[in-house]
């Protein structure tokens, strides 16, 4: 059998089998191939559908990608990306230490994350720390690329996408970067080449104020001088110049003001295939883990279980962020704790000189809090703090596995002194003042009984 295009979990089962399954769609034969069997190394594998697609005439589809590379700025974006994959049936984890971590991609469908922490960075040390990264992700063999960058610009993005776009060129040529931050459940659009937060322009949103990495501008094409506004003809034309070797641009810039906008780009990077590069949030990252699972098996929502015992810690100053724990401080003291479980929470100063010696200290903080006591679930909110902590425990990846809430990964650490854990990230600007409540609501439901704690 040939190799399949793509895959998407099925329903366990016990022995194996290998039958096809024939039907129409969008014009197309649609050839599912469904091998199973028991005792996969990978969490909730099963039997699993190779699926191919045959257009009229008996010509096979490019297949889609097995292997899905994504190199993001911060944990807590990078898990925010992964998400949108893992709820599409894909396996998905995010490599804490992409030189040093187990061979966990081996399953297709998977989407393999590498955060670097270059937010903060300079556009050249960000350059070759996201280079190095890619070229990790194509030695595991990586078939596509995203590069996750923050939905309000923030940071070095000019400098990621430069040094991404020159690691993947060594095996793509005539590489392009498609940019679109766009992230509209969110409230975040890019409409004209400028960046809208909440309807208004990124250089006076929250963005603006950014303790790290503040964005003073709102057109794309200033926050990263390179790239060439197009509209989605505009990017064909762009594309085929490259590919023939002919000077066009090699970063471009396209407009999304909805779901159905990113949809239309995810599908046309999927028709231009490997060689288009794509760049933006966890809203186009959502789009292409559509496009490429044809909407087929969703993950089902996660049984979180109840959590006795919860730790809490926030490193971002994020003006949501600052709300929603003022108000999960007030419902924790309001609350009747029988049938709930205990909260710790673990928050940073207000105020800030030197970010990385904060996020250093509050990961200390978070390391010494976790070996005090057992805790059930560990839920992190701020991509600096929640690195921080992580390296202290000596994660060497998570496994993500469901949404809890839109933008609220749920997943599993990977090695080290916590491994097992469950651990929520939220990145700081998502969400509302209420965001941490609900997060606790589902790891805490009120019931009769209570688990013991440690």
Not at 246 to 260: K, Q, Y
Not at 295 to 312: K, S, T, Y
Not at 356 to 369: D, I, K, L, N, Y
Not at 371 to 390: E, P, Q
Request: glycine share 12%; net charge positive; hydrophobic share 45%.
């Amino acid at each position: 059998m040939d190799e399949p295009g793509w895959s998407v979990p099925r329903t366990p089962r016990s022995r194996s089998s290998s039958f096809p399954l024939l039907h129409a769609e969008r014009g197309a034969l649609v050839f599912d191939v469904v091998a199973g069997g028991s005792g996969s190394a990978v969490e909730g594998a099963g039997e699993w559908a190779y699926r191919r697609r045959v257009l009229p005439g008996g010509r096979p589809d490019a297949p889609g990608p097995r292997l899905v590379g994504l190199v993001a700025d911060d944990v807590t974006g990078a898990s925010d990306s992964a998400v949108q994959f893992a709820t599409g049936g894909w396996s998905a984890h995010l490599l804490l230490d992409p030189d040093g971590a187990p061979d966990i991609g081996a399953l297709a469908p998977c989407l393999l994350a590498v955060a670097t922490g270059v937010r903060a960075a300079g556009d050249e040390a960000a350059a070759v720390a996201t280079a190095r990264a890619v070229r990790s992700l194509m030695t595991r063999g990586c078939d596509r690329l995203y590069v996750k960058v923050d939905s309000t610009m923030r940071g070095s993005v000019a400098g990621q996408l430069r040094g991404a776009l020159a690691a993947w060129k060594l095996r793509h040529p005539g590489a392009i970067a498609v940019l679109c931050p766009a992230f509209p459940g969110q409230h975040r659009v890019v409409v004209g080449g400028r960046v809208l937060v909440g309807g208004l322009p990124l250089a006076h949103a929250a963005a603006a104020t950014d303790p790290v990495a503040p964005v003073r501008e709102t057109r794309v094409d200033r926050l990263v001088p390179s790239a060439v506004t197009v509209d989605l003809p505009g990017l064909r034309s762009a594309f085929e110049l490259r590919r023939v070797g002919r000077d066009g641009p090699e970063l471009v810039s396209v407009d999304a003001a909805t779901d159905d906008d990113l949809a239309a780009i995810a599908a046309e990077l999927d028709r231009l295939g490997p060689a288009a590069v794509a760049a933006g949030s966890a809203g186009l990252a959502g789009a292409l883990a559509r496009q490429w699972s044809a909407g087929r098996c969703l993950a089902a929502a996660p049984e979180v279980g109840r959590c006795a015992r919860v730790l809490v810690g926030v490193s971002s100053l994020h003006p949501v962020t600052t709300e929603s724990v003022e108000r999960l401080r007030e419902a924790l003291a309001a609350r009747d704790d029988a049938g709930r479980g205990r909260v710790d929470v673990v928050t940073t100063p207000t105020t800030r000189t030197d970010a990385a010696t904060v996020a250093a200290s509050f990961g200390a903080q978070m390391a010494e809090q976790l070996s005090r006591a057992r805790y059930d679930a560990l839920v992190l909110v701020g991509g600096d703090g929640a690195a921080a902590t992580l390296g202290r425990i000596g994660a060497s990846a998570i496994t993500v596995h469901a949404a809890l809430a839109r933008g609220v990964p749920l997943g599993r650490i990977v090695g080290g002194t916590a491994s097992g854990l469950r651990i929520v990230t939220k990145s700081g600007g998502f969400g509302d003042g209420d965001s941490l409540v609900r997060i606790l609501d589902r790891l805490q439901p009120l019931c009769s009984s209570r688990k013991e704690q440690s």
